[in-house]
């Protein structure tokens, strides 16, 4: 609360100041206005995380030391065309991302080129057909737990047979262990060390 109060401030500061509010980089934007958003919105630690190393990865570099009023589409589009290499999912993200940014940046009243309306969604590949992500066979995932640690063989069995995520099977406790019914409650979450909820709210068994 203490933060959002400040940053309140310092917008309003910067509102009674056009120059303040006309040579407003960037950086400032994201470290004053965006988290202050991202405060409103109750933004999770891991959405936090993801945003962030997006920004420290592929926006930052380019778009760090500019004013939010000289940054136009074909600036934004540059970025977008420099992930080409990237999975479809992320680069939705990233263009998700980028048009929240803006919209926030708007409503904020910051001198902004319209650059959201102007931003295309990445296209899908010309094979529209759905591609199944690559698995191992059975007969593959015992030749790796063959060649791991005793001690590990329980984790990596955990996530052969469930197929669940990382955070889920680190948040797991004994009493998640249904050994009569043979099925694990799935029910929380650990990120960098603090349990929350699931990424879907919803709790859910997986069969032993």
Same mark, same amino acid.
């Given at each position: 609360?203490?933060?959002?109060?400040?940053?309140?401030?310092?917008?309003?500061?910067?509102?009674?100041?056009?120059?303040?509010?006309?040579?407003?980089?960037?950086?400032?934007?994201?470290?004053?206005?965006?988290?202050?958003?991202?405060?409103?919105?109750?933004?999770?630690?891991?959405?936090?995380?993801?945003?962030?190393?997006?920004?420290? $990865?592929?926006?930052?570099?380019?778009? &760090?030391?500019?004013?939010?009023?000289?940054?136009? #589409? *074909?600036? +934004? =589009?540059?970025?977008?065309?420099?992930?080409?290499?990237?999975?479809?999912?992320?680069?939705?993200?990233?263009? $998700?991302?980028?048009?929240?940014?803006? &919209?926030?940046?708007?409503?904020?009243?910051?001198? #902004? *080129?319209? +650059? =959201?309306?102007?931003?295309?969604?990445?296209?899908?590949?010309?094979?529209?057909?759905?591609?199944?992500?690559?698995?191992?066979?059975?007969?593959?995932?015992?030749?790796?737990?063959?060649?791991?640690?005793?001690?590990?063989?329980?984790?990596?069995?955990?996530?052969?047979?469930?197929?669940?995520?990382?955070?889920?099977?680190?948040?797991?406790?004994?009493?998640?262990?249904?050994?009569?019914?043979?099925?694990?409650?799935?029910?929380?979450?650990?990120?960098?060390?603090?349990?929350?909820?699931?990424?879907?709210?919803?709790?859910?068994?997986?069969?032993?």
């Amino acid at each position: 609360m203490i933060q959002v109060n400040k940053l309140n401030e310092q917008y309003v500061q910067n509102s009674n100041n056009p120059s303040s509010v006309e040579f407003k980089t960037f950086e400032s934007y994201v470290k004053e206005e965006w988290a202050m958003y991202l405060d409103g919105q109750e933004a999770e630690g891991s959405t936090r995380y993801s945003y962030d190393s997006m920004l420290k $990865n592929h926006v930052m570099p380019r778009l &760090e030391t500019q004013r939010l009023g000289d940054i136009d #589409t *074909s600036v +934004v =589009s540059e970025i977008m065309s420099g992930m080409n290499g990237y999975s479809r999912k992320y680069r939705l993200n990233m263009f $998700n991302l980028l048009n929240s940014m803006f &919209e926030v940046a708007v409503e904020h009243g910051l001198p #902004t *080129s319209p +650059v =959201s309306a102007r931003l295309h969604r990445p296209k899908k590949a010309k094979n529209n057909s759905k591609q199944e992500k690559p698995s191992l066979s059975a007969q593959e995932i015992r030749l790796v737990i063959d060649q791991i640690p005793t001690e590990y063989k329980p984790l990596v069995w955990t996530f052969s047979l469930t197929g669940m995520r990382s955070g889920e099977v680190f948040g797991l406790t004994w009493c998640d262990i249904l050994w009569d019914e043979r099925k694990i409650w799935v029910r929380r979450s650990l990120w960098h060390g603090t349990m929350k909820k699931t990424k879907t709210d919803d709790e859910c068994h997986k069969h032993l």
